[in-house]
């Protein structure tokens, strides 16, 4: 969009001819048309909201902080199940693989109880 000289843009016969200027033209009273919002009249809360909202807050962070405190003894305890278990298997013989190789091949003793 191409803007002429400031002459051109006020001359009505060429806002009819210039598309550009006829965009911009309108575009500059748009923008005078719009009022000024005016400034909000200040309110005082009342006490007994004030307090609600003190309450709230402090309800609030001491459920953030059970939160918090649950999902790390939750964390806790899977660590020291891992643990556990990683000790408990590192402490077991390892199998060699044609013990390994011979249970895979091995039909399972539950297999009797599968209905076809």
């Known amino acids: 969009m191409r803007i002429h000289e400031e002459a051109d843009q006020r001359n009505p016969s060429h806002r009819l001819v210039c598309e550009s200027c006829r965009v911009s033209s309108r575009i500059s009273g748009a923008w005078k048309l719009i009022e000024r919002p005016e400034a909000p009249v200040p309110i005082a809360p009342s006490d007994e909201f004030v307090a609600?909202?003190?309450?709230?807050?402090?309800?609030?962070?001491?459920?953030?902080?059970?939160?918090?405190?649950?999902?790390?003894?939750?964390?806790?305890?899977?660590?020291?199940?891992?643990?556990g278990l990683?000790?408990?298997?590192?402490s077991q013989p390892r199998t060699s693989p044609e013990d390994t190789y011979a249970a895979a091949v091995t039909p399972s003793a539950l297999d009797g109880f599968i209905p076809n």
């Open 86 to 90: 990683a000790h408990e298997q590192a």
């Open 52 to 83: 609600k909202v003190v309450g709230a807050v402090g309800r609030d962070r001491r459920t953030a902080a059970r939160e918090r405190v649950l999902l790390a003894a939750a964390a806790a305890l899977l660590f020291s199940f891992f643990a």
